[in-house]
């Protein structure tokens, strides 16, 4: 009977639009197109054509420019709208509270100190005053010991090099833009995942407005760096995933035209061909390395994302028919990816230390002067002066299980069991915008309970329907989550807090927008169903908006009467 394919090769009709993949349809991202009367065996000699390859691959995904104008205007007004609307809620009163909150004292402080002398100086007592009052010429000579690697500091300097450091706009700028922007990129990676421009708008929407979101983007933490980093990247695999599965259709396609029988020979199809140089996963490699160089929880994020587009690599080996896609797959995508993932990383990630390494007082800088070693001195002294460096710090965060009043355990996350207090002031009466007896200006990194506690709920949907329907999406969305969430579980003694958990909130959203897919309906049920399914979508979204209305006095510090903070903390343990 000789070889066959179950998988169409018609292409779409010309000039029709390939219909938005919903996750609740049968075809996923990777098969786009219309399902209707469509054959699913096909010739040998026609499987193998690269038109017919890039279908099966990448689907009948068009490019934005192939739409009506009236529709393709959309693909970029969609984006630009809810980061707009995320940009409102994060820089206006920005400069509130005229003061360093929570950690801001440290990374503020360390920031402006980068902007000196390149690395991390020593602060007199009562230096918060100092730089409250906008003197932060006060540092001492001494350099201090720290435990985060230097990206977030050196963005957070960024902001002070334009703004100024002596007034609040300029230690939070470039923390509202990392969060403005990443409500842009997460639009943009929903409407590729998705192919649907309402789920892509609830996506962007739903980070804008949740109040988790919102603090991390108002307040100078690292944790904001590290989250956008990581989006970028995910967003780069993305490009990549697509980028490899055409080259791989063009160079088997182009084997197969180039035999008698129009399919490429036993020994072409044991391993398959090689793709070349993948600019998008360098880009992925450049990103995780930022993200590292903020703060070492984006190792996890660095292996999980790694595997993840090794293992894509492998799909679409099998699925274009590969007969060793296994063997193929790993050496000839899975060594590349490693080097373009690994080694980019950790160059990007040692630049990042420049500042330390053109410095002649930075913490342990010549430690390895007066530490000779007869097994390692073959290392540069400042590279084992930085090895040194690395191992004190890692120590430091394995010793860490200090009390803490607002320490959350990762068990917590999901459900908002502990947030984290960033500020809390009783203004008296008289003063502006108080007229009561009683009042209060709070920031609480608490999320929007529409948006989170849904989100918990999706994530075991996502679960079920990856296992069952075996939808990458479902899986990427995971793998995302669980990179950022699972390792916590490893430390349980160690002191944590509820903000460590925006690092992944952004494929929170994705797994709750996944669902809300669902509820939208395949492209191929009745206009009634897909109506219906667009009413119940867009009557959660304008919930989430009204509730994170009403929770955003708390979020940013506003003066409310007590009593109207009062009706704000839902449970017990958000006071």
């Known amino acids: 009977m000789g070889h066959v394919t179950q998988t169409s090769t018609r292409p779409a009709e010309a000039g029709q639009a390939a219909p938005a993949a919903s996750p609740g349809s049968r075809e996923t991202a990777a098969q786009g197109g219309s399902l209707g009367s469509r054959p699913w065996i096909s010739r040998p000699d026609q499987a193998f054509s690269a038109e017919a390859l890039q279908e099966r ?7 934005w420019r192939d739409y009506p104008p009236s529709l393709r205007l959309w693909f970029w007004l969609v984006p630009v709208l809810t980061t707009v609307i995320g940009g409102i809620l ?12 929570f ?29 409250n009052a906008g003197n932060p010429a006060v540092l001492l000579n001494t350099p201090e010991y720290v435990v985060h690697p230097p990206v977030g500091k050196w963005m957070i300097a960024g902001g002070m090099w334009l703004f100024g450091a002596d007034n609040p706009f300029g230690w939070r700028f470039a923390a509202a833009l990392a969060g403005t922007v990443s409500i842009l990129l997460l639009t943009l990676i929903a409407q590729k995942l998705f192919r649907s421009l309402p789920l892509a708008a609830a996506a962007g929407l739903l980070l804008a407005v949740d109040g988790h979101h919102v603090v991390m983007s108002r307040t100078s933490l690292l944790d904001i760096f590290l989250m956008f980093w990581i989006l970028a990247a995910f967003g780069a695999l993305l490009m990549d995933r697509d980028d490899g599965r055409r080259r791989l259709a063009v160079r088997l396609g182009r084997q197969a035209a180039a035999a008698k029988d129009g399919r490429p020979s036993p020994r072409q199809l ?3 061909p090689w793709l070349g140089v993948r600019w998008w996963r360098i880009a992925a490699g450049v990103c995780l390395g930022l993200a590292v160089g903020t703060k070492w929880s984006g190792l996890f994020f660095l292996a999980g994302f790694g595997l993840l587009t090794v293992l894509w690599d492998l799909s679409a080996r099998r699925v274009a028919g590969i007969r060793g896609w296994t063997s193929g797959g790993i050496i000839k995508d899975g060594l590349p990816a490693f080097l373009s993932i690994v080694p980019v990383a950790a160059l990007v990630y040692m630049a990042s230390w420049t500042g330390w390494f053109r410095s002649d007082g930075a913490y342990f800088r010549h430690w390895a002067e007066s530490n000779p070693s007869a097994e390692w001195g073959w290392l540069p002294n400042s590279l084992r002066s930085l090895a040194h460096y690395h191992l004190e710090a890692y120590n430091f965060h394995q010793g860490l299980s200090a009390d803490h009043p607002y320490k959350a355990s990762a068990w917590t996350w999901l459900v908002m069991g502990r947030p984290t207090s960033f500020f809390y002031e009783s203004p008296q009466q008289g003063t502006p915008g108080c007229n009561v007896a009683n009042c209060t200006s709070a920031i609480l990194s608490v999320g929007n309970p529409i948006v989170w506690w849904s989100a918990a709920i999706s994530l075991v949907v996502l679960l079920f329907w990856w296992a069952g329907r075996r939808d990458w999406r479902a899986g990427a969305v995971l793998a995302a989550v669980g990179a950022g969430y699972l390792p916590w579980f490893m430390y349980p003694e160690r002191t944590m807090f509820y903000f460590y958990a925006v690092s992944f909130e952004p494929f929170l959203v994705l797994a709750l927008v996944y669902c809300l897919g669902l509820v939208l309906g395949r492209d191929t049920d009745p206009p009634w169903r897909r109506r219906s399914g667009l009413y119940l979508v867009v009557l959660f979204v304008a919930g989430a908006v009204l509730l994170s209305a009403f929770f955003y006095p708390v979020w940013t510090a506003e003066v409310i009467p007590y009593q109207d903070w009062r009706y704000r903390m839902w449970m017990p343990s958000w006071i």
């Not at 691959?57 to 490019?63: A, E, F, P």
């Not at 990374?107 to 730089?131: C, H, M, Q, T």
């Open 103 to 131: 950690d801001e004292t440290y990374y503020v402080k360390d920031a402006y100190s980068f902007l000196i002398s390149g690395y991390e100086r020593s602060w007199p007592d009562k230096a918060n005053d100092s730089f």
């Open 57 to 63: 691959l990448v689907g009948c995904i068009r490019s």
């Open 270 to 272: 044991l391993a398959g």
């Open 90 to 101: 994060r820089f206006v009163r920005l400069d509130t509270p005229h003061s360093l909150v």
